[in-house]
């Protein structure tokens, strides 16, 4: 009864509060040796790790990260925690191997404004299933890939060279001419039409298209992202929603023209093939269908947006090594013009070669599109909660030390 004397209710109470404390310590480690998350730097509270990235070249910073935390990082975008993978393999198992988990897009918020759900790229769901598919299907049987494609493409390098030739061994900004050359080989297996170079409507398409992609890489659009509430103001936000609602409205005026004259019996392009799926929808009188005018626009947009830039930079790019490399240029000459490219291009493995890495070096697209976990994975001995937004580190593939001994070089 003494000795049980010794034990009086406070020091009873914080003996079991011990207890239960060195219990929490003890099973939160073990939790957190299973639960294992990617390392990365501290983040302030709120800002996270802006003041060490660089917004401007973010994925710079990113590539000297993962330098010292490995090819799987966490860094905070303002309170936005993002989960980036780096180096050619980590990229690959990612995607491929865990394509299902990796599969989701995250919509950076600029774009949720503009899409609202719709389209091909940022969306989720049934809606992205679908339309992919659709998509995919469409522009297989329209020639992506095939003969068909392949005399759309040689008959606006026609038209290109003639633009070209025209500034007779001049020096002129390219940068114009081949937006417009891209972007019409699009409009042919869209719209089943091309547009003159000089045609007003079609160059401010062009033009407005190309200023968002610049602008929703600028430093002010990023912290909009990050932060909507307090960058709602800025001007280049407003310059993006005013670009992508104008172009709609074109896009719009342009999918009445083809609605006008449909004709089941002959269709022209990816829109037309749209229009007719969306009537037989309407006549099975499917209420949730994915075949609306909405999501037709933004599928549209996204063609245009994921296709003419980027394959325009590209060729840009390819223009700029032939010049500063013209051994490398005399030695692509003798393929055949205009002739059975894809018959031609197996046999053609210099050629094909030159391709490839312009492609690489130019490094047109450093980020990739952000994605989002799907469900909770263990990547790689870390674990990945659902709902993180994961950003492929391209770049980091593009010059992997340990797949190109010289990456940098052409």
Known sequence: ????????????????????????IINSLTAEELRKEPPGPRPWPLLGNLMQLDLKRLFVTLHEMSRKYGNIFTVYLG???VVVLAGFKTVKEALVGFAEEFGDRATPKILQDITQGHGIIFVNGETWKEMRRFALTTLRDFGMGKRLAEDKIVEECHYLIQE??????????????????TSNIISSIV?????????????????????NIQLSGSASVQLYNMFPRLFYWINNRKKIWRNASENVNDIQNLITGLKETLNPERCRGFVD??????????????????????NLIFSVASLFA??????????????????????????????????????????LPYTDAVIHETQRVANIIPLSIPH????????????IKKDTVVIPLLTSVLY???EWESPHAF
């Open 372 to 383: 989002k976990t799907s469900r909770d994975v263990t990547f790689q001995g870390y674990f």
């Open 400 to 402: 992997d030390e340990n």
């Open 273 to 294: 093939r749209f229009l007719m799926q969306k009537r037989k929808e309407e006549d099975k009188q499917n209420l949730k269908t994915q075949y609306h005018e909405k």
């Open 1 to 24: 009864a003494q000795n049980l004397g010794l034990f009086s209710p406070t020091s009873l109470l914080g003996t079991i509060a011990l207890i239960l404390l060195l219990y929490i």
């Open 79 to 81: 309170p936005n925690k």
């Open 306 to 347: 994921a296709g003419t830039d980027t394959t325009a930079a590209t060729i840009r790019w390819g223009l700029l090594f032939m010049v500063k490399y013209p051994d490398i240029q005399s030695k692509n000459r003798g393929m055949p013009l205009f002739q059975d490219i894809f018959k031609y291009r197996k046999n």
């Open 164 to 181: 070209f030739e025209k500034h007779k061994g001049k020096p002129f900004d390219t940068t114009r001419l081949v937006n417009y050359a």
């Open 191 to 211: 719209y089943g039409s091309r547009f003159e170079y000089d045609d007003p409507r079609f160059k401010n398409m062009v033009a407005r298209a190309n200023e």
